[in-house]
């Protein structure tokens, strides 16, 4: 049973739909008695004006030619859908912002077998809708309803500047042979979870994805209910492909990424080994919602040759904007860009708010892992790998701009990067100037994990700023409001420096510089205007340049204007208690200078010399320094009765 009355689930978001698109097929017939049958669309359609659908009957003679039985498809035959089609317009009754869909309810008996599906042809340049903002999804074929047993390819070879002229195959499909299914840029469900019970039933057989010889260097969809049999899957031409299985897959069988090209797995136990040739790459994309279970990846992953360079002029970064004026401000990216593609990449997605904590999105690798050159990891998730690794002496690496932590607990390691957690590997970028252009003015600021923005000067500025988790902030100047979340970090400063905000919300981690006792050139601070909120936040305390402060020496770290309280305390640190940075101590108090500033005083020191630096006070308090003086006393007064002899 399938279901045929689909539109209103597919037209619940453009995303969904445009995440829906072809297929294609072709290969040569097995006897003279298959047809090739070309549709025509000539019957009269099914038109449900609520649903904006536009419902074709496959087994209607009346829309297809060239079939010599003189009906319909037959089991055998090869179908071909030419480009057009979905262009023709029943009644020129359509507005050009309709977003009408074109389905082919396929009424032949389950499990008819097809030879080859093509969907080819000049799109041509007149397309009935061209505007972006109709989410690509017009001009479109939808084939639905009963299986198809497929003994042949499906191969899209659409050409032409209509990029929106697609092509979906919505059913189950079941390989009989080695096939291929090039989808030349499109998307492809076949059984998508649109469908009940839809899935792609591979057998024994070999799926490849992308043929050379039909398409480009371009992205590739195959997404289904689930994956059946055991049977290999091959990508081939440098395409970036998505292979998602919503229902799961059978085990056992093996992926082959060819020709530097990228897969991206949604389901995550299909294959016992994934193979990634030179240059290629893989993407583990995993989809949860709280409480954000631990994801286990137990594919065993062989990495072969070096990566994918970026093209001319590429690389990553982040950028800020929002306004059509001329930028009243600069952004220099302060450490080396990649001018590579990772080679692993994890993306954990959340159903659910963005803004909730990632310290528990965890993935773990747990089979073996083997490369032959270096390694980078991209991941927005804490990344474990914990299976063997055999990494001839070269290194595996959390890539700049990753957000979360990266671990290696291996038992048996032997690449060139030893077990143990990495420090997250921030992209650097500095602001110099106000964060904004001339038309709207002064931008939000949204700084994501993996990255670490800073102000260069007093005189540079931003709006509101949102550190999210494993993401940093910090640097001089002013900005209007300031939120950082569970994970992220703040770090006020330029190795010393001074900071200011509107009201202050810190949740995640407040670093603070000590190298004098003056502020903004010697320690860190925030200058906060509005009111400050540090409840469960963490408080990381340094010294610079072997700075050791003098006892009771003072150090406002949050001054708080005006007379309004400070909210919340440091983690584990309540008003009065004590804080040990190396031999010193201090104690932090939340309602000191004026009244209501988080200041730090140093109340227990290991010299309590006014001059630290020097070493006399170390000399002066030496056992030996009596017997020293004696000595150079004697030594003297000796010299003077020499002396006096000479004279004589």
């Not at 047809?35 to 649903?51: A, I, L, R, Y």
């Not at 209607?60 to 859908?81: I, K, R």
């Amino acid at each position: 049973m399938k279901t045929k009355k689909i539109f209103s689930k597919l037209t619940l978001s453009g995303f969904l739909i445009s995440f829906l698109t072809p297929l294609a097929i072709f290969a040569p017939q097995a006897s003279a008695a298959a047809d090739t049958c070309t549709w025509t669309g000539g019957g009269t359609p099914v038109v449900d004006s609520t649903n904006k659908t536009i419902t074709f009957d496959i087994a209607d003679s009346a829309n297809w030619s060239g079939c010599d039985n003189g009906t319909v498809p037959e089991s055998g035959d090869s179908l071909e859908f030419p480009a057009n089609f979905a262009q023709v317009d029943p009644g020129n009754s359509l507005t050009d912002d309709s977003q009408w869909k074109y389905f082919i309810d396929n009424t032949l008996p389950d499990g008819t077998t097809i030879a080859g599906m093509m969907f080819n042809g000049d799109t041509g340049s007149n397309c009935r809708y061209d505007d972006a903002t109709l989410n690509a999804n017009n001009d479109t074929y939808f084939i639905t309803g009963n299986d198809i047993t497929l003994t042949g390819n499906v191969i899209n070879t659409y050409s032409g500047d209509c990029n929106y002229e697609l092509a979906s195959i919505l059913l189950e499909l079941t390989l009989t042979a080695n096939t291929t299914i090039d989808m030349n840029n499109q998307y492809v469900y076949a059984g998508s979870t649109y469908i009940s019970s839809g899935s792609l039933d591979i057998g024994a057989y070999q799926l490849t994805l992308c043929d050379p010889a039909y398409s480009d260097l371009d992205t590739r969809y195959l997404n289904v209910d689930g994956i059946i049999g055991d049977g290999n899957i091959v990508v081939n031409c440098g395409s970036s492909t998505t292979i998602g299985a919503s229902g799961g897959y059978s085990t056992g069988r093996n992926l082959l990424v060819n020709d530097g090209g990228t897969v991206n797995i949604s389901s995550l136990e299909p294959f016992n080994l994934i193979t990634l040739s030179d240059e290629s790459s893989l993407y583990v994309s995993i989809n949860q919602g709280s409480p954000y279970p631990e994801v286990t990846v137990p594919s065993d992953i062989v990495i072969q040759g070096g990566p994918k360079a970026y093209p001319t002029g590429g690389g990553s970064g982040a950028g800020g904007g929002g306004g059509g004026g001329t930028p009243t401000y600069t952004q220099t990216q302060k450490n080396t860009a990649p001018t590579n593609y990772p080679r692993i990449n994890v993306y954990y997605n959340h159903y659910d708010s963005q803004s909730e904590s990632t310290k528990t999105h965890d993935v773990k690798f747990t089979g073996d892992l083997t490369f032959t050159e270096d390694v980078e990891v991209s991941h927005n998730a804490n990344v474990n790998f914990a299976g063997k690794i055999e990494g001839n002496e070269k290194t595996i690496n959390s890539r700049a701009g990753s957000a979360g932590l990266f671990k290696i607990t291996s038992s048996d390691n032997t690449s060139a990067t030893p077990n143990g957690t990495q420090e997250t590997n921030y992209t650097v970028y500095e602001i110099d100037g106000d964060y904004g252009d001339t038309t709207t003015g002064l931008y939000d600021m949204t700084v994501q994990g993996g990255f670490f923005y800073y102000l260069k000067t007093s005189e540079s500025s931003a709006k509101d700023v949102i550190v999210n988790d494993y993401a940093k902030f910090g640097g001089v100047g002013t900005v209007a409001n300031l939120t950082v979340q569970a994970l992220g970090i703040l770090a006020p400063g330029l190795s010393p420096g001074c900071l200011s905000s509107g009201n202050l919300v810190l949740s995640g981690t407040y670093e603070v510089e000590l190298a004098g006792t003056t502020v903004c050139t010697e320690y860190d601070q925030t200058d906060v205007t509005g009111t400050v909120d540090v409840t469960g936040a963490t408080l990381d305390l340094s010294l610079l340049n072997g700075f050791s402060p003098p006892l009771n020496s003072e150090y406002i770290i949050i001054n708080n204007d005006g007379s309004d309280a400070v909210t919340g305390e440091f983690a584990g640190l309540v008003d009065g208690a004590s804080i040990t940075q190396g031999d010193i101590t201090f104690q932090i108090n939340y309602d000191g200078g004026d009244g209501n500033d988080v200041v730090l005083t140093v109340t227990g020191s290991p010299t309590a010399a006014t001059v630290p630096d020097t070493g006399i006070g170390e000399v002066l308090q030496s056992p030996y320094i009596v017997p020293l003086t004696a000595l150079l006393g004697l030594g003297a007064l000796f010299g003077i009765r020499r002396l006096q002899t000479v004279k004589k």
